[in-house]
Each structure stands twice: as C-alpha cells, then as structure tokens.
C-alpha cells in the first residue's frame, strides 16, 4: 500500500516566522514530489515539486527532499496571515501517474 | 491562463439516481484524473485515463463508477447508482505529461450531496 503521511496539524506560527511542514511517504521508488496548498473549500493548488535529493527554493518556499529517508519538506520563510491552509504532500510512485496525497497539515499563521 | 473546468459546481441527488459529473481538461494535456476528497478526509485518487482508456485506477473506483471521453474536450465521470457515502467533492485533474516533473493542475471541483 502506498502512503504519504503527514502530522495533520494544526501547526500554528506567528506572522513573519518560518513554518516547517514535514512528510513521509512509504514507496521507495517515488521519483517526482509536490506540495499544494487548499484553502477551506477549494481545491488543491500547486505550490512547487521536487525529484532530485536536496533543496529546490522559489520565493519564500523551500522544499527539500531526503530520498535515503524517504522524507519531504516545505518551509515556508516570513508566513503570512494569507498563508493559513492546508498543505498537501503527494507523491508519484515509481509505477504510474497518479498522485498519492497525505492528509495535509494545517497551518494557521496568526498576525 | 489554462484552467481545468468542472460542472456542476454542487449537484444534489437522491440515493439510488446516476450522476454524470464532466471536466474539460487544459486543452494541451494529455492525462485526466478524477480524485475525490470526502468531507475532513484526504484527497483519495480513482482513476487516470490517457490515450482514450483508462490507465490506472484504485480500489475506490468500481464497477459503479466509469469515465469516457465523448469528445475531443471533455471528460466525465460517471456514478451509476449514488450511494451516501458518495457524497464528497470530486476533482478532475489534468497533466501535460505523466511522468517525472509532470504537474496536476485540478479544476475547483463538484460538490456531490447525495441524501
């Protein structure tokens, strides 16, 4: 069974901060990563993706991948109030196209 | 900017009844997928589908569900006899290629409300 699993949250970080998100996911062979962000009601939205080991930035987001430990993260630098969501991890297995997604962690960023 | 579009936008119906719920995809994309997300739960996929036939789909997608591209834009998703537990938001997704870096880009999604 493939899984993709997060701390479902909430994760609550003072405006300007850095909010860490973290997740893990079970099959080794999963090449490709991305995060999206939902907002209550809507659907999920494309924040960036990841496939090779180490550290991809673009903006305020960071996302880092550790393929030895099967481990993906977000970190979101000086969150604002507007980045209060949910944050979905999902992964691309080795075989198919699909998405696996997790749970999403929910950060509320308070001003 | 290319979005992925979905109708109707919350659809209400009664146990029992069929549902038809239909996507345009971006129009350069070449892989579709419906997932759906229950109320509070995850983002749970069903099925892909390139090429005009299904390529992968869970163990959600049963026999009660089907997708069929009627024509050159749209893609549906069918439920044959709605259940309760049906009810949940389902979201048509679209992807320039489906491999590696290829990205999801997902419509807003349609409400299904089944009582």
């Known amino acids: 069974q493939k899984e993709v699993e997060q701390n479902s949250g909430p994760l609550s970080v003072p405006e300007g901060a850095i909010a860490s998100l973290n997740c893990t996911y079970s099959?080794?062979?999963?090449?490709?990563f991305f995060w999206y962000r939902q907002y209550s009601g809507k659907s999920p939205e494309l924040i960036m993706f990841?496939?090779?080991?180490g550290d991809k930035e673009d903006g305020r987001f960071t996302a880092q991948l550790n393929k030895a430990s099967q481990y993906v993260s977000l970190l979101i630098r000086d969150s604002q109030p507007s980045d209060s969501a949910t944050y979905l991890c999902a992964a691309r297995p080795q075989a198919g196209t699909a998405l696996i997604f997790g749970k999403g962690t929910t950060l509320s960023v308070s001003s | 900017e290319p979005e992925v579009t979905q109708t109707p936008s919350h659809q209400v119906t009664q146990m029992g009844q069929e549902v038809i719920l239909r996507c345009v995809p971006i129009?350069?994309?070449?892989?579709f997928y419906w997932y759906r997300q229950i109320l509070g739960q995850k983002v749970e996929f069903l099925v892909s589908f390139y090429n005009n036939e299904i390529s992968e789909k869970s163990e959600i997608f049963d026999d009660q569900f089907s997708v069929e591209r009627p024509d050159g834009s749209n893609f549906t998703l069918k439920i044959r006899s709605t259940k309760l537990e049906d009810s949940a938001m389902y979201f048509c997704?679209?992807?320039?290629?489906?491999?590696?870096?290829?990205?999801?880009?997902f419509g807003e999604g349609s409400r299904l409300t089944v009582l």
């Open positions: 990841i496939y090779s080991n």
């Open positions: 997704a679209s992807s320039e290629q489906g491999i590696n870096t290829g990205e999801l880009f």
């Open positions: 099959d080794r062979g999963s090449q490709s």
């Open positions: 129009s350069n994309h070449l892989y």
